[in-house]
């Protein structure tokens, strides 16, 4: 069951070297989770006294006015009898103290690194182990006393200040409460009890302990608040008696010190029947005893918490990305990754494992084919601009057998308002890649470490189509440009012939173009330019999808490529000047990542009995 203490004890130690002070709203928190003992009394309650009767050694600072300024975990642990008792700070991992003086001294040092010379305070603990035969199992967290007032040297704030620190000690439900009152005042304006009051109002987690008995006016005593009848705890009342000051001051022993407490208790008449359990001893023992009860009950619970955290913080470090190459040869792999990664993403999409690739069949099935459908081929084909072409290309000599300049004059104007629908294909395709690229672009977690490298990345992609669209808009249109400079013979073979309308010389030139003969040509050539239409309807997405689509697959970041073949280490790094956010979180995240597993470890360590 002791390993259960050291257990705690060595995550406590873990999370204040990894800055988990319980303070962290940004990052999750172990130390919350981690069940504690805060002692918390107002200024001369003999807050210090108790902890130096528990741990059997003058060791704490003292003073008038604010003497701790930051809260002390300390560790208590059981050694071997006849081994030497010693100290250890955790900010000073490989020195053992053995002389408390220099324990004292160190505490004041380091707190005063900590706040400066000031009487400030601060919300990062101290931690201090002890190891001695004469100690049990037990963590303490010693919280700055209460105030009421400021001294000279403090600031205004200082009352509110230390009564905030310590309620988000105690407030939280893992937190046994240690209230330290004096017997000599009222119990009714006992900073301790007040404050626990609040934030444990059933006194679940309270434990009183009423010290100065012994300097209580003659014809008084505290037999009913120890019995618990004046003020009730769940838990029973232990009074203590301290030192005095003049036993402070004669450096009287602490085993002595106990011993003449143990005999105040069995020799005053008003406390025998309560004397085997009261004196810092039994209070040592009753919290070491608590602690590793409620410790047992929560270890599930902070397993549980511990296992599903390590997945989140590994879950957001992965997200976050490795940190920066320090090589230039790293830094070229670690840009040409994170392209790889983005290119592929893009594919993706164009493939149809991501949305959006199907925008561009959209185009080809759905908006070419309406757009060639609103061409206005009948006001082209109206009749009065069939007889001014007709007649514009037979110039001073009419045609003999069929108007064959005026067929390819009205063929060509026709099939030439099909760039329109082309060219717009072209443009919709280019804006649907630059779209699948933006959302390429946001989809590559890896991009968004390197602000600049992101940037880079997408203009590269975005003139590569840019130079991928002037191509394909060139191939498309030759296409129907192909389509006005040859026309299909075969075709026109295939009417059927109209021996009077077409070009008997017997009539007169006039009658070549009355109506009905010149309604025959328009109706050739529209069923002609819907014949072309057709065809390019099934040509154009075939050009576009060569020219744009294929090579934004196969080339994407080509150039890009080549360009950073010639960059310096320079150039290189500044791709890859990541976003001083993203690397303090990823900092933070390690730490706290290392003091989960860490934890992890431990607890995986310990065989505990349930």
């Given at each position: 069951?002791?390993?259960?203490i050291?257990?705690?004890?060595?995550?406590?130690?873990?999370?204040?070297?990894?800055?988990?002070?319980?303070?962290?709203?940004?990052?999750?928190?172990?130390?919350?989770?981690?069940?504690?003992?805060?002692?918390?009394?107002g200024?001369?309650?003999?807050?210090?006294?108790?902890?130096?009767?528990?741990?059997?050694?003058?060791?704490?600072p003292?003073?008038?006015?604010i003497v701790?300024?930051?809260?002390?975990?300390?560790?208590?642990?059981?050694?071997?009898?006849?081994?030497?008792?010693y100290?250890?700070?955790?900010?000073?991992?490989?020195?053992?103290?053995?002389?408390?003086?220099?324990?004292?001294?160190?505490?004041?040092?380091e707190?005063?690194?900590?706040?400066?010379?000031?009487?400030?305070?601060s919300?990062?603990?101290?931690?201090?182990?002890?190891?001695?035969?004469?100690?049990?199992?037990?963590?303490?967290?010693?919280?700055?006393?209460?105030t009421?007032?400021?001294?000279?040297?403090?600031?205004?704030?200082?009352?509110?200040?230390?009564?905030?620190?310590?309620?988000?000690?105690?407030?939280?439900?893992?937190?046994?409460?240690l209230?330290?009152?004096p017997?000599?005042?009222?119990?009714?304006?006992?900073?301790?009890?007040?404050?626990?009051?609040?934030?444990?109002?059933?006194?679940?987690?309270?434990?009183?302990?009423?010290?100065?008995?012994?300097?209580?006016?003659?014809?008084?005593?505290?037999?009913?608040?120890?019995?618990?009848?004046?003020?009730?705890?769940?838990?029973?009342?232990?009074?203590?008696?301290?030192?005095?000051?003049?036993?402070?001051?004669?450096?009287?022993?602490?085993?002595?010190?106990?011993?003449?407490?143990?005999?105040?208790f069995s020799?005053?008449?008003?406390?025998?029947?309560?004397?085997?359990?009261?004196?810092?001893?039994?209070?040592?023992?009753?919290?070491s005893k608590?602690?590793?009860?409620?410790?047992?009950?929560?270890i599930?619970?902070?397993?549980?918490l511990?296992?599903?955290?390590?997945?989140?913080?590994?879950?957001?470090?992965?997200?976050?990305g490795?940190?920066?190459?320090?090589?230039?040869g790293?830094?070229?792999y670690?840009i040409?990754?994170?392209?790889?990664?983005?290119?592929?993403?893009?594919?993706?999409?164009?493939?149809?494992?991501?949305?959006?690739?199907?925008?561009?069949?959209?185009?080809?099935?759905?908006?070419?084919?309406?757009?060639?459908?609103?061409?206005?081929?009948?006001?082209?084909?109206?009749?009065?601009?069939?007889?001014?072409?007709?007649?514009?290309?037979?110039?001073?000599?009419?045609?003999?057998?069929?108007?064959?300049?005026?067929?390819?004059?009205?063929?060509?104007?026709?099939?030439?308002?099909?760039?329109?629908?082309?060219?717009?294909?072209?443009?919709?395709?280019h804006?649907?890649?630059?779209d699948?690229v933006?959302?390429?672009?946001?989809?590559?977690?890896?991009?968004?470490?390197?602000?600049?490298?992101?940037?880079?990345?997408?203009?590269?992609a975005i003139?590569?189509l840019?130079?991928?669209?002037e191509?394909?808009?060139?191939?498309?249109?030759?296409?129907?440009?192909?389509?006005?400079?040859?026309?299909?013979?075969?075709?026109?073979?295939?009417?059927?012939?109209?021996v009077?309308?077409?070009g008997?010389?017997?009539?007169?030139?006039?009658?070549?173009?009355?109506?009905?003969?010149?309604?025959?040509?328009?109706?050739?050539?529209?069923?002609?330019?819907?014949?072309?239409?057709?065809?390019?309807?099934?040509?154009?997405?075939?050009?576009?999808?060569?020219?744009?689509?294929?090579?934004?697959?196969r080339?994407?970041l080509?150039?890009?490529?080549?360009?950073?073949?010639?960059?310096?280490m320079?150039?290189?790094?500044?791709?890859l000047?990541?976003?001083?956010a993203?690397?303090?979180?990823?900092?933070?995240i390690?730490k706290?990542?290392?003091?989960?597993?860490?934890?992890?470890?431990?607890?995986?360590?310990?065989?505990?009995?349930?």
């Amino acid at each position: 069951m002791e390993n259960l203490i050291s257990l705690v004890n060595k995550i406590q130690r873990a999370c204040t070297a990894l800055g988990d002070h319980g303070d962290s709203g940004a990052l999750p928190t172990l130390w919350d989770s981690l069940p504690a003992i805060a002692v918390v009394g107002g200024q001369s309650s003999g807050k210090s006294s108790v902890l130096e009767s528990i741990v059997g050694k003058d060791f704490l600072p003292r003073g008038s006015g604010i003497v701790t300024r930051r809260p002390l975990v300390l560790q208590l642990q059981k050694i071997d009898e006849g081994t030497r008792e010693y100290a250890e700070f955790l900010h000073l991992p490989r020195k053992r103290f053995t002389d408390f003086a220099a324990v004292r001294k160190e505490i004041q040092d380091e707190t005063d690194r900590e706040t400066g010379r000031s009487k400030a305070i601060s919300s990062v603990p101290i931690h201090l182990s002890i190891y001695s035969p004469n100690v049990v199992n037990l963590t303490l967290v010693d919280l700055p006393g209460l105030t009421k007032v400021a001294v000279e040297g403090q600031s205004e704030n200082i009352v509110k200040d230390i009564e905030n620190m310590v309620r988000s000690y105690i407030e939280k439900p893992n937190c046994i409460i240690l209230a330290i009152s004096p017997a000599n005042q009222d119990l009714a304006t006992s900073d301790a009890i007040k404050i626990s009051r609040e934030v444990d109002p059933s006194g679940e987690r309270t434990f009183g302990v009423l010290t100065k008995i012994d300097l209580m006016d003659k014809g008084t005593d505290a037999v009913e608040i120890l019995e618990g009848k004046s003020f009730k705890l769940k838990y029973p009342w232990v009074g203590v008696v301290n030192r005095s000051q003049a036993d402070i001051n004669k450096n009287v022993d602490m085993i002595a010190a106990r011993r003449r407490e143990r005999e105040y208790f069995s020799n005053t008449t008003e406390y025998r029947h309560l004397a085997h359990k009261m004196g810092s001893e039994h209070l040592a023992k009753m919290l070491s005893k608590h602690l590793e009860h409620v410790i047992k009950s929560r270890i599930p619970g902070i397993q549980s918490l511990i296992n599903k955290t390590v997945l989140e913080l590994e879950s957001e470090l992965s997200r976050l990305g490795k940190p920066i190459a320090a090589d230039a040869g790293g830094k070229l792999y670690s840009i040409m990754e994170i392209c790889r990664l983005f290119d592929q993403i893009f594919k993706e999409h164009l493939d149809g494992v991501r949305a959006g690739g199907e925008k561009v069949y959209n185009v080809f099935d759905n908006q070419l084919p309406a757009a060639l459908k609103r061409l206005q081929f009948d006001k082209q084909l109206a009749m009065d601009n069939i007889r001014k072409l007709v007649t514009e290309a037979d110039g001073y000599q009419p045609h003999l057998i069929a108007p064959e300049q005026g067929y390819r004059r009205l063929i060509e104007s026709s099939i030439v308002s099909i760039r329109g629908p082309a060219e717009a294909s072209v443009d919709t395709v280019h804006a649907i890649l630059k779209d699948l690229v933006h959302k390429s672009v946001n989809e590559t977690v890896e991009l968004k470490q390197y602000p600049a490298l992101r940037v880079e990345v997408t203009n590269a992609a975005i003139e590569s189509l840019d130079k991928m669209r002037e191509g394909s808009k060139k191939a498309t249109l030759q296409l129907v440009d192909m389509e006005c400079s040859y026309l299909t013979v075969d075709f026109f073979r295939k009417l059927p012939q109209d021996v009077e309308k077409g070009g008997n010389p017997t009539h007169s030139i006039f009658d070549r173009y009355n109506d009905s003969y010149l309604r025959r040509i328009g109706s050739n050539v529209l069923s002609y330019v819907n014949m072309v239409c057709a065809g390019l309807r099934n040509s154009i997405p075939k050009s576009i999808v060569y020219c744009q689509v294929r090579e934004a697959k196969r080339s994407l970041l080509d150039h890009f490529f080549a360009e950073l073949g010639t960059m310096d280490m320079k150039r290189l790094s500044s791709l890859l000047n990541e976003d001083p956010a993203i690397m303090e979180r990823r900092s933070a995240i390690s730490k706290r990542l290392e003091l989960y597993r860490a934890a992890q470890s431990e607890i995986d360590a310990v065989a505990w009995s349930k």
